[in-house]
């Protein structure tokens, strides 16, 4: 029962991180496009600052229980445990949640830049940026449910 209540909120937390990785790269391409319009600006940036702490906040519980799911068998009696033979896909997918998770602090970072008056890149270079997280969550939710190694 502790695994699957681990597991469910382990997977509702990367969810709520998901929305904001999505979500602020998209608030970086409004700031962008809202030129010098002080009161869009700053609605935009409060929305970020928010949306970035409470991004962090989600990965840091999902990170949480994440690890527990990986070493709980240590800690907490007839608890499953991921750390076996043919676990390869784990460190992989790891591997592509770190690449998540720096994108994040990258997009966090260039709303910091806006903060202290510095200058984003064309709405259409954010767009495409924009687009990075998708590729990498789909490859995340294949190696956890194809386990190809």
């Known amino acids: 029962m502790a695994y699957l209540l681990t597991k469910t909120f382990h997977l509702v937390f990367v969810i709520a991180w998901m929305a904001a990785v ?3 790269p998209r608030i970086l ?3 962008a496009e809202a030129g010098d319009v002080p009161a869009v600006r700053a609605r935009l940036l409060l929305m970020g600052r928010r949306l970035y702490r409470f991004g962090h906040v989600m990965f840091a519980l999902a990170f949480a229980l994440g690890l527990t799911l990986w070493l709980g068998y240590r800690v907490l009696p007839h608890f499953p445990t991921l750390v076996v033979a043919g676990t390869l896909w784990l460190h992989v997918k790891l591997g592509l949640v770190i690449l998540l998770f720096a ?3 990258w997009s966090g970072r260039q709303l910091a830049l806006v903060e202290r008056g510095g200058a984003l890149g064309s709405a259409t270079l954010l767009r495409w ?3 990075l997280p998708l590729p990498l969550l789909v490859a995340i939710v294949w ?3 194809a386990k190809p190694f």
């Open 129 to 131: 940026i924009n687009e």
């Open 103 to 105: 994108y994040y602090v």
């Open 143 to 145: 190696m956890v449910l």
């Open 22 to 24: 999505f979500y602020l």
């Open 29 to 31: 391409v409004n700031l």
